[in-house]
């Protein structure tokens, strides 16, 4: 089944403590992204990937850190979480690069909460 | 810096009420007018992407419009399991930027 996971769903955490969100898709996909969602600001790109190891930040990309060094996996690092991180985050990808193309496949989203 | 807003923000309707969720952007270089449908808890699923002014499409209770400024999702004659979350992104460069989507209610 074609489909983007993510890994945890749900993580509550303290300050400061490293932690990564893994993202994974099995289509092949050229294109990554990272997005939060929060109430009343909708979903922000927090930073994509065009391929691999080619990142670019996005419109929230201040204290995340992300990689890709494979096609298939595009983890979300937050060196040092503060309690404005928590968020309801979401893993996406489509087929390439070019928003013009094709549907955009989310995942089932990770709750993290930061006290 | 581009933009879109969604409203209304929440729509209560009674089933087989049609009516209309509303998308108005600005943007240089639209390259695309994207909804998506998002149940509580789960990720956005794909539904629609329109590219120029004048265009529609279509999907079971469902027709997205296109204008130079801004989209419409229509619902007709809608049923309890339309209930949902519905969000519009308009696409310019190599990203997505998304309104704060219209909650949408359908009681039986």
């Known amino acids: 089944e074609a489909q983007v996971t993510q890994n945890p769903r749900y993580l509550i955490t303290v300050t400061g403590k490293k932690l990564t969100v893994t993202c994974s898709q099995n289509?092949?996909?050229?294109?990554m992204s990272w997005y939060r969602q929060d109430p009343g600001l909708g979903l922000r790109q927090i930073y994509y990937?065009?391929?691999?190891?080619?990142?670019d930040k996005g419109d929230v990309p201040e204290g995340y850190k992300v990689s890709r060094k494979e096609k298939r996996n595009f983890p979300l690092i937050l060196e040092s979480p503060s309690p404005n991180q928590t968020s309801l985050y979401f893993c996406?990808?489509?087929?390439?690069?070019?928003?013009?193309?094709?549907?955009?496949?989310f995942g089932p989203g990770t709750r993290l909460t930061v006290l | 810096e581009d933009q879109v807003t969604q409203s209304p923000e929440a729509l209560r309707l009674q089933e087989g009420e049609s009516s209309s969720l509303n998308c108005s952007y600005t943007?240089?270089?639209?390259?695309?007018l994207f909804w998506y449908r998002q149940d509580p808890g789960k990720g956005p699923e794909f539904l629609f992407t329109l590219y120029s002014a004048g265009e529609e499409k279509e999907k079971e209770r469902l027709k997205a419009t296109l204008t130079k400024k801004e989209s419409f999702l229509h619902i007709t004659a809608p049923k309890p399991e339309d209930s949902a979350t519905y969000l519009c992104?308009?696409?310019?460069?190599?990203?997505?930027?998304f309104g704060g989507g219209t909650r949408l209610m359908v009681k039986p």
């Open positions: 992104a308009v696409g310019a460069g190599n990203m997505l930027t």
């Open positions: 943007v240089s270089g639209l390259r695309g």
């Open positions: 289509m092949n996909h050229e294109y």
């Open positions: 990937s065009m391929n691999v190891e080619v990142t």
């Open positions: 996406a990808s489509r087929p390439n690069g070019g928003v013009s193309s094709n549907e955009q496949f």
